[in-house]
């Protein structure tokens, strides 16, 4: 395995090697020289530039918090990143919330995190550093994992590139700040380090609430002087140090020394504990001078140990720098880090005063002899229309392979999880990475430890009890009714020993970010750690991500919000304390992929939260971005309860929409209530992204229409699809097959056997549509309440004449209705003044529905509200004067659902006659002027409430109307106006969904 050093070797030595190959007296000498399967060879990209600013501070530590906004008031213009979802990674991410004796808070920033009377929560502390960077207008990002460095022509260093769920984008800069704590920036830059040297090393982690563990491998187990308070409860603290010896420099090493110090460390009291290890390294840059003396403070020490050779406008900010690794251990100590950004941001600001912006940007590329592994897919997107600064060239170059596996599975959490237990019992040689510190996803780091419906047999049964043994009996944490709700540290903890124990490996910390494609074949995954970008080879990739990551890298179709619909489950962020197991809400929407607006979340779910110990530490959502596979579930295949000769995974669950619906079904009937429980199978075809192979695609990615994602969403069935997948993919990996060309009913019949499918399975048939004579009794129960249309719509060829059909023998004015909805939401116009008496006949609004995220079941709209949605999707424009006479009766504070149904009507027939109206409606007060434009309006803007819907009524009204209006003509730029600063916003959804409106992109 290639280790870093020996990366930044051939990255310092390729340049040379590349230019001495192009001269023709040369190729001689390296005619010989065969590519290296240590690297996978990349080719040249273009990688947008989102910004431009003076300072570029990499890492999210207090010392980095305290440089950026150090820089800031010296009139710097400074970003930051960071790859966790909050900030002070020494300090909450270590639990070094204590002084030590003899440490004294200095700074204005550290007095606020350390003086105070009782003792700081990790929530106190993300929220003053958050605080203090947007009241400084330092721009930050959360998520984002550093790849690669840029330099000018003079090759100084002139910016970054980061990958997140967003794709990769760069941010150009006059100077960087690298404050890492292994100075991954500066190893990006080819600068020289002390050598790495093999042997044991001390690591330190914390935990909170456990009793004291022992282990041969363990220095000191020592109980703090202060205890985590929260709800009325007191937990100790107990920090543990160990010596362990660290392989090879990669972080495959490193992760290997957390998972053992998890294993001894974790019991059933455990209620937090850090999510990084708490160690020195002991590698150190080779700076301009090297400190030597004797430490008194932190004044004392120059700028120059801080500052590598050879490389203009990058200092070092942490133990990394050039000086005794004593010193450095001091300099690490959060109230001596915060004196010494204060310091640094200021020297750097006044050093980049005079210093000009870059003209050309270039990666920094190692050159290295790489092997044709494949195509590297990945994103390459701006995050806002706005945010284009040109490109920086990345040449072609090489990646490090950091590894070869059977199965990687990209997401450990509520799929990821099961499928890397299934996988490594298999006996494949089995990865399982995951970006958070934890597994289970949402039902464990996200605290949804509580099922609601779902299937609770095969595997999940297995799990469920496996919860339970974790503790004895009598614990006083049992759960009573423990089928039901869990534990949720206690579920993750079983998911980290029960692969561990069938010998797979766990990376936490990392995110994949690319695909390797050869021939529509999945070769293997980018994937981005904290210490840089690498390849990770493989025969089958398992896209747990939840939001097929992976598979739309590699060039996948999917499907999202944007200009067709803005319709989305609703999605909260939750508080959390020592011990809880279920926090679940509903106040926003958020957008997963988008970094910006998860950004956003975590701002504004502070200021929500305020006062509670933390909060959780990914965005509690419930739908996202979906592939498009071989096969779509659809609504009309849940109502149909549509059989498979290939089914995966079996669900059960009512329509738990969480807001609007869309499909034209749902228009007209509305789902059923909460106790109404479909079941529905999911073929293997629909978590196989279309076109490619090599990839399983699963949980809330896999191929689904987003309002049959409600019904095979839930936890425990999702659990048994992570089994499902892992065993395919093991299986495909002793047959030496792709997963496509598997013998599926091999699978099934183990599935079967295990209970996680039922028996008829085995012999269901695939579906071949309707009989004309099904169709036809359909057609005829329309008339009892929509009964058959769920068939109907399956075949709309059919339908429409079955319909006309039927709507010409009925006498009943109702049933008359009904039918000439059907033909109008479908377009057609035959019969639009059967709608159009029945709205005329309604002298007011009827009871019509504002936006509800919990506990919405059945309609999202009113009858009237349907009447008009359907009319308008005729698309005629003699119908508009029946639909704008209602729409003037529309008042601010009416129901949202009539807002809707005026915007979704008038954008259909698209005439110039609607614009009034929908500008009159546009400009009455209230309506407008409620897009979060940056943090600070973010942070200002939060109303309380852990499911709060006003906020969403307000915009989504505004972008219905404005949506409407735009289509029809708009007046006075008004419409355009609206969907820009929407487009231009933090919030995800409503940015995609305005920018798609105003490129006209369907």
């Not at 546009?922 to 942070?939: E, Q």
Request: charged share 25%.
């Amino acid at each position: 395995m290639i280790t870093r050093r020996d990366f930044i070797k051939v990255a310092a030595a390729g340049g040379a090697l590349a230019t001495l190959g192009d001269m023709p007296e040369a190729k001689a000498a390296v005619k010989t020289i065969v590519p290296d399967p240590a690297y996978c060879y990349e080719s040249e990209k273009k990688i947008p530039v989102i910004a431009e600013v003076d300072l570029v501070v990499v890492g999210g530590s207090s010392a980095a918090v305290a440089a950026a906004t150090a820089a800031s008031k010296a009139g710097r213009k400074v970003f930051l990143f960071t790859p966790l979802s909050y900030l002070g990674d020494d300090i909450c991410g270590s639990f070094q919330y204590h002084l030590k004796k003899d440490e004294k808070p200095v700074t204005a920033l550290s007095q606020k995190i350390f003086v105070q009377k009782k003792e700081p929560t990790p929530l106190h502390v993300k929220q003053i550093l958050e605080n203090e960077l947007i009241d400084n207008d330092v721009v930050f990002l959360y998520n984002c994992f550093l790849t690669n460095v840029l330099q000018d022509n003079n090759h100084a260093a002139a910016g970054v590139v980061f990958a997140n769920r967003s794709g990769r984008q760069a941010v150009a800069c006059k100077g960087v700040i690298d404050a890492t704590l292994t100075a991954v920036a500066a190893r990006m830059f080819g600068l020289q380090f002390s050598p790495f040297v093999t042997g044991k090393q001390r690591f330190e982690f914390t935990v909170v609430g456990n009793s004291i563990k022992k282990a041969p491998e363990l220095l000191s187990a020592e109980l703090l002087p202060y205890k985590m308070k929260a709800k009325g409860k007191e937990f100790p603290v107990v920090n543990y140090a160990f010596e362990h010896e660290l392989k090879s420099d990669t972080y495959a090493s490193l992760m290997e020394v957390e998972q053992k110090i998890r294993d001894i460390t974790w019991d059933a009291d455990q209620g937090d504990s850090s999510d990084l290890l708490w160690y020195v390294p002991q590698q150190k840059i080779i700076g301009q001078q090297s400190y030597t003396n004797t430490f008194t403070s932190v004044r004392d020490i120059p700028l120059q140990a801080f500052t590598p050779q050879n490389k203009k406008n990058i200092w070092i900010l942490g133990p990394s720098l050039d000086a005794d690794r004593k010193i450095a251990e001091v300099l690490m100590r959060p109230v001596n880090a915060l004196l010494l950004g204060d310091i640094m941001g200021e020297l750097v600001a006044a050093r980049l005063a005079d210093t000009s912006m870059p003209s050309e940007l270039h990666t920094v590329q190692s050159n290295a002899m790489a092997s044709d592994y494949g195509l590297v897919g990945e994103l390459l997107n701006p995050l806002r229309p706005s945010m284009r600064f040109g490109f920086a060239q990345s040449e072609r170059g090489a990646l490090p392979v950091l590894g070869t596996y059977d199965v990687v599975i990209l997401g450990g959490g509520t799929v990821g999880a099961p499928a890397g237990i299934a996988a490594s019992r298999q006996g494949a040689r089995t990865l399982v990475i995951e970006q958070l510190h934890g597994l289970g996803g949402m039902g464990t780091l996200g605290l949804i430890g509580r099922y609601w419906d779902g299937y609770r047999d095969g595997f999940s049964s297995e799990i469920d009890l496996g919860v339970k043994n974790m503790a004895p009996e009598d614990h006083p944490r049992q759960q009573k009714n423990w089928k039901n709700d869990y534990n949720s540290d206690w579920k993750q903890e079983w998911y980290r020993r029960e692969i561990r124990r069938a010998g797979g490996e766990i990376w936490f910390g990392a995110i994949g970010c690319g695909a390797v494609i050869k021939n529509n074949v999945i070769t293997g995954v980018v994937v981005a750690t904290p210490w840089g970008r690498g390849v990770i080879l493989c025969r089958t990739v398992i896209d747990s991500t939840g939001s097929a990551d992976i598979a739309i890298a590699a060039g996948a179709p999917f499907e999202y919000t944007g200009k067709r619909s803005i319709a989305v489950q609703g999605a909260g962020l939750s508080h959390i304390s020592p011990t809880d197991y279920y926090n679940n809400n509903d106040w926003a929407f958020i957008d997963d992929s988008d970094m910006l607006d998860v950004t956003r979340m975590f701002v504004q779910a502070k200021v929500k939260n305020e006062g509670a110990y933390d909060i959780v530490k990914l965005p509690q959502t419930r739908e996202r971005r979906r592939v498009i596979g071989d096969h779509i579930v659809s609504v009309y295949d849940v109502l149909n309860h549509r059989r498979y000769p290939d089914t995966i995974s079996y669900h059960k669950s009512s329509f738990d929409t969480h807001g609007m619906i869309v499909d034209p079904f749902f228009i007209l009937s509305p789902p059923l209530a909460r106790h109404t429980i479909y079941e529905a199978d999911v073929p293997l075809r629909s978590l196989l992204p279309s076109g490619l192979d090599g990839i399983l695609t699963t949980g809330l990615g896999a191929s689904a229409h987003r309002d049959a994602m409600p019904v095979i969403r839930m936890q425990s069935c999702l659990q048994n699809q992570g089994y499902a997948v892992g065993y395919l993919a093991a299986l495909a990996a002793k047959e030496n097959k792709t997963v496509r060309k598997v013998d599926f009913k091999k699978v099934q019949r183990h599935l079967v056997g295990i209970g996680n499918l039922p028996q008829r399975v085995l012999t269901d048939k695939e579906f071949k549509g309707f009989s004309n004579k099904e169709m036809e009794l359909a057609a005829q129960s329309i008339p009892d309440d929509f009964k058959g249309l769920e068939k109907l719509l399956t075949d709309t060829k059919r339908c429409i004449p079955l319909v006309n059909k039927q709507l010409s023998l009925c006498s009943d004015a109702e049933a008359k209705v009904k039918y000439a909805s059907i033909l109008c939401i479908l377009g057609e116009s035959s019969h639009v003044t059967l709608l159009e008496d029945k709205i005329k006949s309604y002298p007011q609004w009827d009871k019509g529905w504002h936006y509800t995220g919990m506990g919405q079941f059945g309609m999202s709209m009113s009858t009237l509200d349907a009447l008009i949605i359907a009319l308008g999707k005729a698309k005629q424009t003699s119908s508009l004067p029946v639909i704008l006479e209602k729409a003037r009766l529309l008042e601010p504070d009416d129901y949202f659902s009539h807002f809707r149904a005026i915007a979704l009507a008038t954008e259909s027939i698209r005439s110039g006659e609607a614009v009034a109206v929908l500008a009159e409606l546009l400009s009455k007060p209230g309506i407008r002027y409620h897009h979060i434009a940056n943090l600070k309006d973010a942070r200002n803007r939060v109303v309380p409430g852990s499911d709060d819907v006003s906020t969403r009524n307000r915009a989504l009204k505004e972008l219905h109307l404005a949506r409407a209006l735009y289509g029809c003509g708009d007046q006075d730029g008004m419409g355009e106006k609206i969907l820009k600063k929407y487009a231009e916003g933090l919030q995800g959804h409503y940015a995609r969904y305005a920018n798609e409106i105003l490129q006209d992109q369907i």
